[in-house]
């Protein structure tokens, strides 16, 4: 309650400059009323003592002459004398030894008192019903012969007393009161420049970035003011710029499809970019605070073991820190397929992982034009067979296999026949048909282990790999596989230049082709020896009339 209130009267500025005047005027005006009471009362208190002061040594000289001469009854007339003074309780004259002479009770003479003071000098006590009581020696010359007592009643003094410090307590309150709203008044206009100000930041906080504090003067709160808006000047600038960036940023991620994303450990949610979701092919969602379920979506678009690959580099990461970087095939949502590289790093504090950052990024097109590269730099761009490259490494594997089963292997380098006179004849177009469908027919005619690859030309090339432990048998399978392929080169070729077009013009071309196969076995030659010994022999066949084999046993 006591937190409530204080929170209420503390809210604003306005009710903090009311408050503090309040109370500082409450405890001025509090001080000075007090302090006026108790001179007041000071004041009364003395006037009072020196009145009934004054009356108790009237009587006490004009009663001297009486007790002197033991006259009681004029001594009883001068005391029931001053019987009107207002307020009067008591007076009497007493004897030294205490006896009452003479009281304005009368009924009272004859008793007395045994309270008289010790010495004949005057004393003023305070009693316990608020009598004012003043003893006063009586004298004649030097000596003491008797004293004058009188009490006064505090009644009136305390009532008076009473109705003064009712007036100033309402003087007070009232002061409090007229000053409070002065006060309030005053903080009011004071402030006035402070809750424009205020009002804008409000309107700021909810959206209303343009409006500004119109505030005139030099003091401090058109300091305050100027100040202020020029921050919302600078936070405009600054918004404008982190817009222009965030628009680059997303089209820089578009363009090069890289998408980002972001798991807070102790929140345990994600967050996805806009062109994190173009890739897995889901919809933008408004909200991209996500839980376990963004986890869940993205890894289900990762094949396996892919997926659990990805899935343990990245908790792995969430543990203990590890970054990873992994490249692998991906599947969206919407079943694209597409080559991806995602990577993942920590973020510790106090030695603790508190985030995981990285980016996805899809690779198809580098991907693909690797593949491109690859295709290019080891395979015949006409024909999709093996390169000269290509069957270098081909053959370096076949031998290597050879040596390690104790087979043989063979290369089989081969030379078309009537080829140049169909380019002549039709062009190079016609030529590239033909030469499409040699590598078509070598293709058929070998098996799954064997490599059949284009040199350049019109020169051709098959490695068969895997054949018998046995020269003879080697060189008879070698013989079987080289008279398919030489029969099936030499059977007619039907070209059609103009391909998908009803009227296209076919052409029929007969050519043969010479092999030339060169046997090999383990590590007894070198490559380059094979290679020198089938082309070789291919050029022993041609010499022989063409279209046949010759042998060469390595």
């Known amino acids: 309650m006591i937190r409530q209130i204080k929170a209420a009267l503390t809210r604003s500025l306005y009710r903090q400059l009311v408050l503090v005047t309040t109370l500082l005027l409450t405890l001025a005006l509090t001080l000075f009323g007090w302090e006026m009471l108790r001179r007041q009362f000071d004041l009364q208190a003395k006037q009072q003592q020196e009145q009934l002061g004054a009356l108790a040594s009237s009587l006490a000289t004009s009663s001297a002459t009486w007790v002197s001469s033991r006259d009681l009854s004029g001594l009883q007339e001068i005391v029931a004398g001053v019987g009107n003074y207002p307020s009067l309780r008591y007076a009497m004259v007493v004897e030294p030894s205490g006896l009452i002479l003479a009281h304005i009770d009368s009924s009272r003479r004859g008793q007395y008192l045994t309270d008289l003071p010790a010495q004949p000098v005057t004393r003023v006590l305070l009693m316990a019903d608020n009598v004012v ?20 009643g505090n009644d009136s003094f305390y009532t008076e007393f009473a109705k003064a410090k009712r007036d100033i307590v309402l003087f007070t309150i009232f002061s409090i009161v007229l000053a409070s709203l002065i006060a309030a008044l005053a903080a009011r206009y004071q402030t006035r420049r402070l809750r424009r100000v205020e009002n804008v930041a409000r309107a700021v906080a909810l959206g209303q970035r343009q409006l500004r504090a119109e505030v005139w003067g030099v003091d401090e709160a058109a300091q305050l003011a100027q100040h202020f808006n020029a921050m919302l000047d600078q936070l405009d600038d600054r918004e404008r710029a982190l817009q222009r960036s965030q628009a680059l940023l997303e089209q820089s991620q578009q363009l090069g499809k890289i998408g980002g994303w972001e798991w807070d450990v102790v929140k345990s949610s994600m967050y996805w970019t806009t062109e994190t979701f173009h890739i897995h092919d889901m919809p933008v969602e408004v909200l991209t605070d996500k839980g376990r379920a963004a986890i869940d979506q993205s890894a289900a678009c990762y094949p396996e073991p892919d997926r ?48 995981v950052k990285g980016y996805i990024a899809d690779i198809t097109e580098r991907k693909r034009m690797e593949m491109e590269i690859r295709n290019l730099a080891y395979f015949d761009p006409l024909t999709g067979l093996p390169n000269r490259r290509m069957v270098s490494d081909r053959m370096q594997s076949a031998m290597a296999r050879a040596q390690r089963n104790a087979s043989y292997g063979a290369l089989i380098y081969l030379d078309l026949d009537n080829f140049k006179p169909l380019n002549d004849a039709h062009g190079h177009a016609a030529g590239d048909l033909l030469l499409m469908e040699v590598a078509k027919r070598l293709k058929q005619c070998v098996r799954q282990v064997d490599t059949v690859g284009r040199t350049g030309g019109d020169e051709f090339v098959v490695i068969l790999n895997g054949l018998s432990t046995e020269l003879d048998a080697a060189i008879q399978e070698g013989q079987q596989i080289a008279q398919k392929v030489l029969l099936a080169l030499s059977m007619p070729y039907v070209l059609a230049t103009a391909a998908g077009q009803p009227d296209a013009a076919l052409i029929e071309h007969h050519c043969t082709a010479s092999l030339g196969v060169a046997l090999f076995r383990g590590t007894q030659v070198t490559m380059a020896d094979v290679m020198e010994k089938a082309d070789a022999a291919m050029y022993a066949a041609k010499e022989a009339g063409r279209n046949c084999i010759q042998f060469d046993a390595v």
């Not at 009581?133 to 006064?152: A, C, K, L, M």
């Not at 908790?315 to 949502?333: K, M, N, S």
């Open 133 to 152: 009581d003043v003893s006063q020696p009586v004298t004649i010359g030097q000596h003491h012969i008797g004293w004058v007592r009188v009490g006064v």
């Open 308 to 355: 659990t690959r990805v899935l343990q580099a990245f908790w792995l990461c969430v543990g203990q820190g590890i970054g990873y970087d992994i490249e692998c095939p991906f599947v969206t949502v919407k079943q694209r397929y597409l080559w991806i590289r995602t990577q993942g790093q920590a973020e510790l504090q106090d030695g603790k992982v508190v985030k």
